[in-house]
Protein backbone atom coordinates (compact mmCIF):
# COMPACT_ATOMS: atom_id res chain seq x y z
CA UNK A 1 0.00 0.00 0.00
CA UNK A 2 1.17 3.31 -1.06
CA UNK A 3 0.99 5.78 1.83
CA UNK A 4 -0.49 9.39 0.77
CA UNK A 5 2.19 11.97 -0.45
CA UNK A 6 0.64 14.43 1.95
CA UNK A 7 0.62 14.71 5.62
CA UNK A 8 -2.23 14.10 7.81
CA UNK A 9 -4.30 16.93 8.53
CA UNK A 10 -5.21 17.17 11.57
CA UNK A 11 -7.65 20.02 11.55
CA UNK A 12 -8.43 23.34 9.05
CA UNK A 13 -9.08 26.87 9.85
CA UNK A 14 -10.55 29.50 7.33
CA UNK A 15 -9.99 33.41 7.75
CA UNK A 16 -10.70 35.81 5.02
CA UNK A 17 -8.49 34.67 2.48
CA UNK A 18 -6.27 32.34 4.36
CA UNK A 19 -6.71 28.99 5.72
CA UNK A 20 -4.10 26.85 8.17
CA UNK A 21 -4.14 23.29 8.57
CA UNK A 22 -2.11 21.69 11.59
CA UNK A 23 -0.15 18.84 10.25
CA UNK A 24 1.09 15.67 11.59
CA UNK A 25 4.26 15.18 10.88
CA UNK A 26 3.93 11.47 10.79
CA UNK A 27 8.30 9.56 11.26
CA UNK A 28 6.57 6.48 8.71
CA UNK A 29 6.42 9.45 5.79
CA UNK A 30 8.88 8.34 2.94
CA UNK A 31 10.08 11.37 2.91
CA UNK A 32 12.10 10.77 6.00
CA UNK A 33 14.06 7.88 4.14
CA UNK A 34 17.62 8.89 3.66
CA UNK A 35 17.14 12.57 4.39
CA UNK A 36 20.00 12.38 6.72
CA UNK A 37 21.08 9.04 8.36
CA UNK A 38 21.87 11.41 11.90
CA UNK A 39 18.69 12.96 12.06
CA UNK A 40 15.88 12.99 9.96
CA UNK A 41 14.41 15.92 8.53
CA UNK A 42 11.75 16.80 6.29
CA UNK A 43 13.38 18.04 2.94
CA UNK A 44 12.40 21.49 1.74
CA UNK A 45 10.98 20.36 -1.38
CA UNK A 46 8.31 18.26 0.34
CA UNK A 47 7.41 21.23 2.51
CA UNK A 48 7.30 23.75 -0.66
CA UNK A 49 5.53 21.04 -2.75
CA UNK A 50 3.02 20.55 0.00
CA UNK A 51 2.23 24.26 0.28
CA UNK A 52 1.42 24.25 -3.73
CA UNK A 53 -0.97 21.06 -3.56
CA UNK A 54 -2.78 22.40 -0.47
CA UNK A 55 -2.78 26.23 -1.74
CA UNK A 56 -3.61 25.42 -5.52
CA UNK A 57 -6.53 23.10 -3.95
CA UNK A 58 -8.32 25.54 -1.36
CA UNK A 59 -7.39 27.96 -3.56
CA UNK A 60 -9.06 26.33 -6.95
CA UNK A 61 -5.83 27.50 -9.18
CA UNK A 62 -4.12 24.60 -11.53
CA UNK A 63 -0.91 23.82 -10.29
CA UNK A 64 1.13 26.08 -12.57
CA UNK A 65 3.91 27.28 -10.62
CA UNK A 66 5.73 30.40 -12.19
CA UNK A 67 8.32 30.96 -9.74
CA UNK A 68 9.25 31.10 -6.25
CA UNK A 69 9.76 34.25 -4.34
CA UNK A 70 11.32 34.64 -1.13
CA UNK A 71 12.04 31.15 0.00
CA UNK A 72 13.22 30.79 3.81
CA UNK A 73 14.14 27.92 5.66
CA UNK A 74 14.59 28.99 9.08
CA UNK A 75 14.18 25.46 11.49
CA UNK A 76 14.43 22.11 10.46
CA UNK A 77 11.00 19.85 10.28
CA UNK A 78 11.30 16.74 12.91
CA UNK A 79 9.37 13.95 12.63
CA UNK A 80 6.87 12.92 14.87
CA UNK A 81 6.29 17.09 14.75
CA UNK A 82 2.73 19.00 14.53
CA UNK A 83 2.95 22.35 12.54
CA UNK A 84 0.80 24.95 10.98
CA UNK A 85 0.35 25.96 7.66
CA UNK A 86 -0.75 28.88 6.91
CA UNK A 87 -1.21 29.68 3.37
CA UNK A 88 -3.21 33.00 1.67
CA UNK A 89 -3.93 34.58 -1.72
CA UNK A 90 -3.01 37.52 -3.46
CA UNK A 91 -5.45 37.38 -6.28
CA UNK A 92 -3.97 40.61 -7.96
CA UNK A 93 -0.52 38.75 -8.10
CA UNK A 94 -1.79 35.27 -8.57
CA UNK A 95 0.31 34.49 -5.79
CA UNK A 96 0.02 31.97 -2.35
CA UNK A 97 2.01 33.18 0.07
CA UNK A 98 2.75 30.49 3.05
CA UNK A 99 4.35 29.92 6.21
CA UNK A 100 4.86 26.71 8.69
CA UNK A 101 5.23 27.30 12.07
CA UNK A 102 4.46 26.29 15.60
CA UNK A 103 3.52 29.33 18.04
CA UNK A 104 6.63 31.62 17.90
CA UNK A 105 9.07 28.72 15.91
CA UNK A 106 8.87 29.51 12.70
CA UNK A 107 9.91 26.84 10.00
CA UNK A 108 10.21 27.91 6.32
CA UNK A 109 7.99 30.57 4.28
CA UNK A 110 7.76 31.71 0.81
CA UNK A 111 5.48 33.15 -1.93
CA UNK A 112 4.49 30.96 -4.98
CA UNK A 113 3.49 32.77 -8.09
CA UNK A 114 1.33 31.18 -10.48
CA UNK A 115 1.49 30.90 -14.17
CA UNK A 116 -1.76 31.52 -14.69
CA UNK A 117 -5.41 33.11 -13.31
CA UNK A 118 -7.08 30.06 -14.47
CA UNK A 119 -9.06 28.51 -11.71
CA UNK A 120 -9.75 24.91 -11.72
CA UNK A 121 -13.84 24.44 -12.77
CA UNK A 122 -16.28 22.77 -10.52
CA UNK A 123 -18.06 20.22 -11.88
Given amino acids: MIKSSLPQILST ?29 LPGVTQLDWAIRLGC ?12 EVLKFQQLMLPDSEVTLEISENKAKTKLIFSYFDDEKRFASGRIVLNSTDKIENS
Fill in 13 to 41: TLSGESVQHRLKIAADLPFFKGHFPEQAV
Fill in 57 to 68: QHFGYTQDVATL
